[in-house]
């Protein structure tokens, strides 16, 4: 069974940081390009950072320079390094594994709230 477990959310002032956490069960992991996705409430789910399997990064306009997506094969883990937050940094975070463009797997999300 696919399992992908987020971690790390919770309430931060505007500037803080933050640190997700998404470790993959059931999936080898290593092939995966991995991604972070965000939705806030009544918007669309939008793409924040992706890492392919070859440890290629690539980043929303929004996050560039604040963001920093990595990923540990030998722990089955990708993270989200997220500095100087934003207000509209705020919404549900969740971790995805693709494969081919046809394989997907979302984790159940966690809540980033950036409030002073």
């Known amino acids: 069974q696919v399992q992908l477990v987020e971690s790390g959310g919770g309430l931060v002032q505007p500037g803080g940081s933050l640190r997700l956490s998404c470790a993959a069960n059931?999936?080898?992991?290593?092939?995966?390009?991995m991604a972070w996705y965000r939705q806030a409430p009544g918007k669309e789910r939008e793409l924040v950072a992706q890492?392919?399997?070859?440890?290629?990064?690539d980043y929303a306009d929004s996050v560039k320079g604040r963001f920093t997506i990595s990923r540990d094969n030998a722990e089955n883990k990708v993270y989200l390094q997220m500095n100087r937050l934003k207000p509209e940094d705020t919404a549900v975070y969740y971790c995805?594994?693709?494969?081919?463009?046809?394989?997907?797997?979302w984790g159940q999300g966690t809540q980033v709230t950036v409030s002073s």
């Open positions: 995805n594994a693709a494969l081919l463009s046809r394989i997907n797997y």
């Open positions: 059931g999936i080898s992991f290593s092939i995966y390009d």
């Open positions: 890492i392919t399997s070859g440890n290629i990064n």
